[in-house]
């Protein structure tokens, strides 16, 4: 008799329907099979459309910002595909820019849901022999430069690319040597997240003014991402990695 096929193992990238998330699909889907994760269906079927192959990866459309159904359907979904994930990019994330007298702790409970706490609840499923058979090996967050400096209206954004960067050292130390764990950090890019900044054409000329490699593209946080999860970075673990073309070096900005 014949050994039933053994699960397809896959990485897991949420945030997969839109800007750098999107470009990341499409460039990781000729090595990897693919699970998409964001809440927009349809925009989610049109980045697996645009990836290598196809029929290799899957869409799961779910709100991370309802973090407390996460444990019911991540590990529904992966038994439905009989999947198992081996890479875990979170990419998603909230930004309303917002005064402090405009926020609510309904808002604020949304933003820290989806840009850390889902990252957290993510990988403690991924982690259970149940769920994954302890498969997961790599995991990377995409950060912000806002975890490391203040900007106005930015409070519930850095408050919570902050708390990722220290979930990721954190872990990084937990789960050594089995998982990997890095952040990367980039700067300014054109995305639908920075659309109504770069809109404004004051706004727009300072920041390539305070940019000294200027403004950076999707693929630019796409290839250091590549590089953290690839055998290459087999020593790196609990590292911050900035790509910003220079700006958090500019204190002339
Ligand atoms: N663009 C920049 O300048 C910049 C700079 C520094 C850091 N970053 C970081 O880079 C990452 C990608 O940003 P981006 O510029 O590509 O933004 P984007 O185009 O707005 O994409 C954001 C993604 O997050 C998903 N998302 C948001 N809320 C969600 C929720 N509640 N549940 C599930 N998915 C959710 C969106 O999915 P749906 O639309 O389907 O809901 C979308 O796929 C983010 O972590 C961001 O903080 C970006």
Redesign the pocket.
């Known amino acids: 008799m014949s050994e039933p096929p053994a699960p397809a193992t896959y990485v897991l990238i ?9 470009d990341m699909a499409i460039s990781l889907s000729g090595e990897h099979r693919l699970i998409l ?4 269906a349809e ?2 079927e049109q980045t697996r459309l645009a990836c290598q192959a196809p029929d290799r990866h899957r869409c799961w459309p ?4 309802d973090v407390t159904t996460l444990a019911s359907a991540l590990p529904a979904f992966l038994r439905q595909h009989d999947a198992l994930v081996v890479g875990f990019v979170h ?5 309303k820019v917002l005064p402090l007298r405009s926020i609510t702790i309904a808002h604020a409970q ?1 933003v820290m849901n ?2 850390v706490l889902a990252a957290l609840e993510i990988t403690r499923l991924l982690l259970r022999k149940d769920v994954n058979s302890k498969m997961l090996t790599n995991i990377v967050f ?5 975890s490391q400096f203040g900007a106005r209206g930015f409070t519930t954004y850095c408050a919570s ?1 902050a708390a990722l960067d220290g979930l990721m050292k954190a872990l990084a130390v937990e789960l050594a040597p089995g998982v990997r764990v890095n952040s990367v950090l ?9 659309e109504t900044i770069f809109a404004d054409p004051v706004t727009a000329e300072r920041l390539v003014k305070d940019y000294p490699l200027g403004i950076g593209l ?1 693929s630019d ?1 796409t290839h250091a991402v590549t590089f953290l999860m690839s055998d290459q970075a087999r020593w790196i673990t609990g590292h911050q990695m900035v790509v910003d073309g220079g700006r958090s070096a500019n204190i002339s900005a």
């Open positions: 949420t945030g997969a329907s839109s800007g750098i998330g999107r994760n964001g809440r927009d925009r989610l779910h709100d991370l910002a990419c998603a994330a909230q930004l949304d989806t840009n995409v950060s912000s430069i806002a690319k980039p700067g300014s890019i054109r995305t639908p997240m920075t999707p946080i």
